[in-house]
């Protein structure tokens, strides 16, 4: 069973950067898509940012411009770079990635998620 472990969120000020890590227990970036996702209190899961195996990104139109999704193949990590905070930003960031699992219409693998906190 591949783990995904999520790290890098925190408390930030609004404007300010964070960028998230996703690190993989195996070597699956360079194989499958990678995904994150972001859930806010009383909202939906709410698909961000995506990366082919070939490493094409993909992004909500809510967030272009602002978040940067990249990974390192040789790190088993994917990244996601947030800039320019806002307080609607707050919210569990979780890590997707492996075959595709179409009972959920995600991918196969989650994380646990990492917080961020946006203060204004």
């Known amino acids: 069973q591949v783990r995904l472990v999520e790290s890098g969120g925190g408390l930030v000020h609004t404007g300010e950067s964070v960028r998230l890590s996703c690190a993989a227990s195996?070597?699956?970036?360079?194989?499958?898509?990678a995904a994150w996702y972001r859930q806010s209190p009383g909202k939906q899961r709410e698909l961000v940012a995506q990366?082919?195996?070939?490493?094409?990104?993909d992004y909500a139109d809510s967030v272009k411009g602002r978040f940067t999704i990249s990974k390192n193949n040789a790190k088993n990590t994917v990244y996601l770079e947030i800039n320019t905070l806002k307080p609607e930003d707050t919210a569990v960031y979780y890590c997707?990635?492996?075959?595709?699992?179409?009972?959920?219409?995600?991918?196969?693998?989650w994380g646990q998620g990492t917080q961020v906190s946006v203060s204004s």
């Open positions: 990366i082919t195996s070939g490493g094409s990104p």
């Open positions: 195996e070597s699956i970036f360079g194989r499958y898509p």
């Open positions: 997707n990635a492996g075959p595709f699992d179409p009972s959920g219409n995600h991918y196969f693998y």
